[in-house]
């Protein structure tokens, strides 16, 4: 299962995947915010969860109002990793998609975590999260986001059926 922020990973100022670049904006809490992001990323994302190679779900603040982002990306529905009470803590999100994170594991299943800012440093948090080669964690250049060799390196962890022996 993948869980994708969305600011930062997918909406940057600069993304790196050539010189076509998305606009649009996307409502929420009744505002309207500029999305920026790179057309070939959202067609690899589509591609990953619409072959089945990956679950997408989004893991963002954006959950709430994700359908904004379906529509203006083109994708199709995605499940939410995270629910109201979840978007409403008070010490921001990083904490309820770390505790998303945790459920994927829990269930017995890979993951794949790509944010900005809630994905673990290297240290003790992060190798216990990523140890047996159960989770690929990536947290990209907050205005760059995702680029072509993170989705090279997601779909080749995806495409494992278990975690390589050691």
Known sequence: MWLLDVDGVVNTRRPVWGPQLGRGTARAGG?????????????????????????????????????????????PPLRRALGGDDLASPGGTDL???????????????????????????????????????ALLIRPHPRRGLRPRDLDRIEAFARMRRAPAR
Not at 43 to 71: K, M, N, Q
Not at 100 to 127: M, Q, S
Request: proline residues 8%; charged residues 30%.
């Open 31 to 75: 505002v309207d915010w500029p999305i920026r992001w790179a057309p070939p990323l959202i067609d690899r994302i589509r591609r990953l969860h619409g072959d089945g190679v990956v679950e997408v779900r989004w893991c963002s603040t954006w959950c709430s109002d994700a359908e904004e982002l379906e529509r203006l990306f083109g994708l």
């Open 96 to 134: 309820p998609k770390l505790a998303a994170a945790g459920r994927v594991l829990a269930a017995g299943r890979r993951l794949v975590w790509t944010d900005d800012t809630a994905v673990p440093l290297p240290g003790p948090l992060f190798d216990k999260l990523t140890e047996g080669g159960r």
